[in-house]
């Protein structure tokens, strides 16, 4: 190769350096900004009002079984206590007594509480017009379906009384029908799984006039309970859990180990 030649391709190579230097100084290094999010607000959160811990029946409530919880606002309604709405609830609450059970993380709610002076366990379980009363019952279970009758479950009450003068004369009449109880013994909810509740006595969730008409066939002949299925707890106190045409007013007397349905009018 000729000297000519590489003296001119080292100067066109050094002019295409030159401008390409120049080119670029032309143009400013942008600096590369990195853009970070600002924080969002959690406004789609609300704070409620929870059981802390399992909060028993009839238990009274204490500051550890309180807590504050983010609970989402769309999820939130006119039950829950907000604390955006009352502030001082925790301290409100303090102190009442639960009328139901609430499970660990359950919202609270005013109307499964009650607090005063005069707020007794069973008081404040008894529903606004309701009456408790207490009845006899053999605590072997020979009246109460064999002792797996348990708080909250639901029963009808049949009253046996003698039908005349003859020694195994007697008669059975169903007086109550789908009757809640309140509790066995001083037992006023299952605990520990235990299946079997035996006491002495049952204590029944009654109207005012069925107060007056327990204590009255208790005082004439003796009361048994016979247990009912849950499904019955909507069912009207007064209807026949089934489609039989047996009026409920109706006498089973038994005369000599023979059994006769009598009707009354």
């Known amino acids: 190769m000729k000297t000519n030649q590489i003296v001119a391709g080292a100067i066109a190579l050094f002019a295409f350096g030159g401008v390409f230097v120049l080119t670029n100084r032309s143009k400013p290094i942008q600096p590369v900004v990195v853009k970070t999010a600002a924080p969002v607000e959690r406004t789609d959160l609300e704070q409620v009002l ?126 109550l029908r789908n009757i809640r109880i309140l509790a066995i013994g001083q037992r006023i909810e299952e605990k520990n799984n235990e299946r079997v509740v035996v006491g002495s006595n049952a204590t029944l969730e009654l109207t005012p006039r069925q107060s007056e008409q327990i204590v009255l066939a208790q005082r004439v002949g003796q009361l048994s309970l016979v247990l009912r299925s849950m499904l019955d707890a909507n069912q009207s106190q007064d209807a026949p859990s089934d489609n039989s045409a047996e009026p409920s007013a109706g006498l089973t007397i038994v005369r000599f180990g023979i059994q006769t349905s009598v009707n009354q009018r």
Do not use: H, Y
């Open 50 to 175: 929870t059981a802390a811990k399992e909060i028993p029946l009839g238990t009274q409530v204490q500051d550890l079984d309180l807590a504050w919880s983010s609970w989402p606002r769309t999820n939130t309604n006119e039950g829950m206590i907000l604390k955006s709405k009352e502030p001082e609830a925790l301290d409100e609450i303090k102190g009442s007594v639960a009328r139901a059970q609430f499970f660990a993380g359950e919202p609270l709610r005013r109307s499964k509480l009650v607090k005063g002076p005069n707020a007794g366990f069973l008081s404040a379980i008894l529903p606004s017009g309701s009456r408790a009363v207490a009845i006899n019952i053999d605590s072997t279970g020979s009246t109460s379906a064999g002792g797996f009758i348990l708080p909250n479950d639901r029963v009808d009450v049949i009253r046996t009384t003698r039908a005349g003068e003859g020694e195994n004369a007697f008669q059975s009449q169903t007086i």
